[in-house]
């Protein structure tokens, strides 16, 4: 009598059943079920599987730019990208382990960029989370390739190096060009006249040395006030300078250098006033610039402000043309904030509206999240509404007032855990008001979609450095609406020295591959990788 196997019930079941009943699954139970047998193994390598958790990971995930498109899994193949299809279930299992390992310790130890060219360093900035910019006010700017987000490669290299000698330089702003190929950078001298030079340095994955001549001058301004460079975007061409009473809005053809890079400037027909004889205002100084689609955004200590960019002022140039001239605010009056830093995502831009969020750092509350949204009035007045609401805070002290900060949560009976005190109490009662001030945040970066975000932390007293995390996937982050509103702490790195030139300055973050970089006062790099 021969003996007969049956198939297992689950198997006997049409592949389409089946795909479905996978579909409930997780990534890690997916990748175990595919152990089992070999009819498993090819239905698990099925696309429209994984387009399922690709949608998953969208609503939560920071993803390469090529999956920030909503996707269909009923649509079929040919609608996608070879390079979609191709690298689909590697990326999507790689996303699923750095956001399970993004807010544990980094046990590998970061590794020191050499050489270190200058001692003070004004800025550090990841690009499409593989090209770091760095510069130093000794007149010195640097460009790393960290290596391929999706190869896990740990090889770096500096593919170009900008030397401008005796000049010192205060301020830089630097952004990509509309095609990936460049990165635009705007830089300040601080001196009286005041000159402003735009560069140009061009992104080349296959270089193995650096070349001076890969940043390429542009154009140089010339202010008769000193100002500073507070933010550049090549898709509107435009540079964003401020001074001690007002904001500048320079339009500058970014496709082409000028001969010698002694450009002029092609038009500057927008000024945002800054000054104000009122004694509060004072304190209002600008503490950062964004252009977000039609609006310039002025972050300031103590509110928002978000002024229509006037396209008739700038009608040589591709600026995006706004069709509300109102000036939008929002002041933080009740909740007695004064931002000290601040970090925002990029915005996303809608026929209705537009929103991004951002993260302000108060020296003697903490760290304040806030999601901001414009809604665009389609009415003959042309006017639009700014909503700006606190979705979360990590305290730092026990001064600040919740019930302003969350009026829709502040009458919930809904009992939560202190960070600082361990009490369970009342959400809008957290922190404790006896709680003693932790420490002080010295560098602070939040990804450009806006879902990770790192800071640095001295605790007072101590001679400990802490590189904190936070992710919109990770558990009680209250961005579901029904979590604690509070940050946790997720310490994943520290360092512990009596050299004050070991104080963590700056910090830089790979959104989408978890890798973070981070600068101390001697100028010293040093890249930590995730570990999955």
């Given amino acids: 009598m021969e003996e007969q196997t049956a198939l297992a019930p689950l198997l006997q079941l049409p592949g389409e059943l089946i795909l479905h009943v996978l ?33 998953r990971q969208q609503e939560a995930l920071p993803l390469p730019p090529r999956f920030s498109a909503p996707v269909d899994p009923r649509a079929p193949s040919e609608s996608f990208a070879e390079p979609l299809t191709h690298l689909l279930e590697s990326d999507v299992i790689r996303a699923h382990r750095i956001a399970r390992s993004w807010a544990r310790p980094r046990i590998r130890g970061p590794t020191k960029l050499t050489p270190t060219p200058g001692d003070s360093l004004i800025i550090l900035e990841i690009f499409l989370d593989r090209w770091l910019l760095c510069a130093y006010a000794e007149g010195f700017a640097c460009l790393w390739d ?16 900008l030397d401008l000698q005796s000049k010192y330089w205060s301020s830089l702003t630097a952004a990509l060009c509309p095609t990936c190929t460049h990165v635009i950078l705007a830089l300040t001298c601080a001196s009286t006249p005041g000159i402003t030079e735009i560069h140009r340095v061009q992104l080349r994955p296959s270089a193995s040395i650096y070349d001076p001549e890969w940043f390429e001058l542009m154009h140089t301004l010339v202010s008769p006030v000193t100002q500073v460079a507070r933010t550049i975007e090549p898709a509107s061409q435009l540079v964003v300078l401020s001074s001690t009473n007002a904001v500048e809005v320079v339009a500058v053809d970014m496709s082409a250098s ?6 002029k400037v092609v038009e500057s027909g927008m000024s945002i006033s ?5 004694l509060d205002e004072l304190l209002n100084s600008v503490v950062a610039s964004r252009i977000m689609g039609p609006y310039i955004v002025l972050f300031k200590s103590r509110s928002i402000e978000m002024h229509p960019i006037d396209a008739g002022s700038f009608h040589t140039l591709s600026t995006p043309k ?19 830093s601040l970090s925002s995502s990029d915005c996303v831009l809608t026929e209705e509206g537009l929103s ?5 750092y108060d020296f003697l509350q903490g760290i304040l999240h806030f999601d901001v949204s414009v809604r665009f009035m389609h009415s003959l007045s042309g006017d639009a509404s700014l909503d700006v609401t606190c979705v979360g805070v990590y305290p730092m002290s026990g001064s600040i007032n919740m019930e302003a900060l969350f009026p829709l949560r502040s009458s919930e009976p809904t009992l939560a855990q202190s960070p600082l005190t361990g009490i369970f109490e009342p959400r809008s009662r957290l922190p404790d ?17 806006g879902r990770r975000a790192v800071w640095i932390e001295r605790k007072g ?11 919109r996937s990770l558990p009680g982050t209250g961005q579901d609406g029904t979590g604690d509103v509070v940050i946790p702490r997720h310490v994943v790195y520290s360092v512990k020295s009596y050299d004050l030139r070991e104080d963590l300055t700056h910090c830089a973050i790979g959104e989408v591959s978890g890798r973070i970089v981070l600068g101390n006062r001697a100028g010293d790099i040093f890249v930590l990788e995730v570990n999955y």
């Fill in 23 to 55: 579909s409930f699954l997780n990534v890690p139970q997916v990748l175990t079920v595919r152990q089992t047998c070999t009819l498993l193994k090819q239905i698990t390598h099925s696309r429209s599987l994984w387009l399922i958790f690709l949608r």
């Fill in 146 to 161: 960290l290596g391929a987000s999706r190869s896990g490669s740990s090889a770096v290299r500096q593919t170009a190096r």
């Fill in 258 to 263: 000028s001969p010698n890079g002694n450009g």
């Fill in 274 to 278: 800054t000054h104000n004889d009122d």
């Fill in 322 to 340: 706004s069709h509300h001239g109102q000036v939008l605010k929002h002041h933080f009056a009740s909740s007695s904030v004064t931002f000290r």
């Fill in 356 to 360: 991004f969020t951002f993260f302000g």
């Fill in 433 to 449: 008001g006896n709680v003693n001030s932790r420490g002080f945040v010295s560098a602070m970066a939040l990804g450009p979609q």
């Fill in 461 to 471: 007293g101590s001679l400990v450095r802490d590189v904190l995390v936070w992710s």
